[in-house]
Structures are given as C-alpha cells and as structure tokens.
T-cell receptor, first 117, second 113 residues
Framework: DTGVSQDPRHKITKRGQNVTFRCDPI?????LYWYRQTLGQGPEFLTY????????KSRLLSDRFSAERPKGSFSTLEIQRTEQGDSAMYLC???????????????FGPGTRLTVL | GDSVTQMEGPVTLSEEAFLTINCTYT??????LFWYVQYPGEGLQLLLK?????DKGSNKGFEATYRKETTSFHLEKGSVQVSDSAVYFC????????????FGKGMKLTVNP
C-alpha cells in the first residue's frame, strides 16, 4: 500500500484568506481522520469520517472549518477567514474498521504545515 | 475527559543506555493504548499498541505493558541507538464511543553516539 498522502505539504497565507487541504487515505481504508498539531503539543482530534459520513466533530472545529469526504475516498479540510491562531500542522490519518469493534490502527500522513501571517 | 500525561522532555541519552518514558492515562473504562513515534522530517508512525489490561506491545526492541491498576503504559528499551532519536507520543482511544486518539504532549529523545 502507498501511505496516506497530503497536499500541500506547506502553505503560507495571509490572515483572512481561505485555505483548503487535501488528504488521500490508504486505498480501501473506510475511516479518515483530521488532527491538528501545534508546536510542542501532541495532535488534537478535529473530525472523522466513516466512508462519506462525518461521524464526529471536535469542539475545536469552529464554524470556519469544514471537512468533506464526498465519495468516501479523499477528503478536504477548508479553513475560511484564517487567523494567526490557525497556524499549525494539520494531520490526516486513515484506518480500516472491521465491524463494530474499534481495533483498527490509524496510519498518519506527513501533514500540511499552515502558516498564517 | 480522557487525557494522557507523558514524561516531560527533552531527554538526551548515550547509545546503549536504558530508556523509560512514563505515560499515565485518565479514561472511562479500559481504553486501547498506543505509542507513536515521529522521526525527524517524517510523519507519525505506530510503534506499538495494547488493547486490554496486561497486554504487552513490542516492536523494534521497544516494549510497553498495559497496567490497569496504575493506569500506565510506560515505554522501555534496553539499549537505545542513535536511530531511535525521535519524538515519542503516548495515546489512548476510549472504548465504546469516540474513535479519536487522545495524545500526550510528546517527548523528544536524542541519542548520542
């Protein structure tokens, strides 16, 4: 399997601009997750999809953030009206869920580093 | 809510030294526990995991045992190498509900030759 890929790897934008990130999961993985990681901290969960359904969203995901996974394959994360506090590494992960038991392992992509000036 | 507390870093060791990175957790019920590693310039990789009490996860010479009584999942390696230099994250996933991973802050390890 090729791993999880993310695009772009780096994004520099000005405050107030909109940005969109893309994540391509490992093929046939039905779950896809977004996390955010700031300097010196561990990743923090943002949201996750099972197939095309968005099943959970963190309180961190303000109304400026929106995530989609329209065909159950790749996903996009859009941030509108970016703020300096949005500067972080945005990580995507995918997993293959089998039935109702949560034993699946999440595999992470390299991340997209966002800098808001 | 669920949380993970890790030993603060950074830590510098000499090659062949013994390594312990402490990790304790707070969660409802019995979560699954993980150690992830992030090598310089790379993404997070799963190092090992344990899904129930007394399970021992192991990989690449690293070990961690799920201790329910002390709510801990300490990572150990008997003899570290320069190639083990990385940031190590302890994480949990609660059982029977959210699929999210909850991570500790991470600990940076540098191993000198």
């Amino acid at each position: 399997d090729t791993g999880v890929s993310q695009d772009p790897r780096h994004k520099i934008t000005k405050r107030g601009q909109n940005v969109t990130f893309r994540c391509d999961p490992i093929s046939e993985h039905n779950r896809l997750y977004w996390y955010r990681q700031t300097l010196g901290q561990g990743p923090e969960f943002l949201t996750y999809f099972q197939n095309e359904a968005q099943l959970e969203k963190s309180r961190l995901l303000s109304d400026r953030f929106s995530a989609e996974r329209p065909k159950g394959s790749f996903s996009t994360l859009e941030i509108q009206r970016t703020e300096q506090g949005d500067s972080a590494m945005y990580l995507c992960a995918s997993s293959l869920a089998a039935g109702q038991t949560s034993t699946d392992t999440q595999y992470f992509g390299p991340g997209t580093r966002l800098t808001v000036l | 809510g669920d949380s993970v507390t890790q030993m603060e870093g950074p830590v510098t060791l000499s090659e062949e030294a013994f390594l312990t990175i402490n990790c304790t957790y707070t969660a409802t019920g019995y979560p699954s526990l993980f150690w992830y590693v992030q090598y310089p310039g790379e993404g997070l990789q799963l190092l090992l995991k344990a899904t129930k009490a007394d399970d021992k996860g192991s990989n690449k010479g690293f070990e961690a045992t799920y201790r329910k009584e002390t709510t801990s999942f300490h990572l150990e390696k008997g003899s570290v190498q320069v190639s083990d230099s990385a940031v190590y994250f302890c994480a949990l996933r609660a059982r029977g509900g959210s699929e999210k991973l909850v991570f500790g802050k991470g600990m940076k390890l540098t191993v000198n030759p």
